[in-house]
């Protein structure tokens, strides 16, 4: 769980309830099963509040990766930002303009 750079964009009302077993900050990437949310607010241990499933996000990514529009993309938990490796939990799609490998964040709308 991380990923303190998630800022919302824009949200839609996929909306769950999620009650982590340790704090989670607000902007954090939850990914737990075969799911990916962004915590919205900070969500102490213990507690259920309710993590975004949908809306679209501005996530961290390496400065080495370009990313195309249109792409479906990934997260690496262990690395905390968004990949291409489809050996990780799908998080959803990059807009129509591609994410050049200068930039360290990209804007991704979930699909859970």
């Not at 990766?65 to 690496?76: A, E, F, Q, R």
């Not at 690395?79 to 490796?85: M, N, R």
Request: proline share 4%; net charge negative; hydrophobic share 35%.
């Amino acid at each position: 769980m991380a990923g303190e750079n998630a800022k919302l964009r824009t949200a839609d009302n996929d909306r769950r309830g999620y009650a982590p077993t340790s704090a989670v900050a607000a902007g954090d990437v939850v990914e737990f099963a075969d799911c990916v949310g962004i915590a919205t607010m900070s969500i102490p241990a213990n507690t259920k509040k309710s993590l975004a499933f949908d809306g679209e996000f501005t996530l961290p990514k390496k400065s080495s990766l370009s990313i195309p529009g249109g792409s479906k993309v990934y997260w690496d938990k262990t690395e905390d930002h968004v990949c291409l490796s489809t050996a990780h939990t799908e998080i959803g799609k990059t807009g129509t303009a591609d994410t050049a490998a200068s930039t360290t964040t990209v804007d991704v709308h979930l699909k859970q």
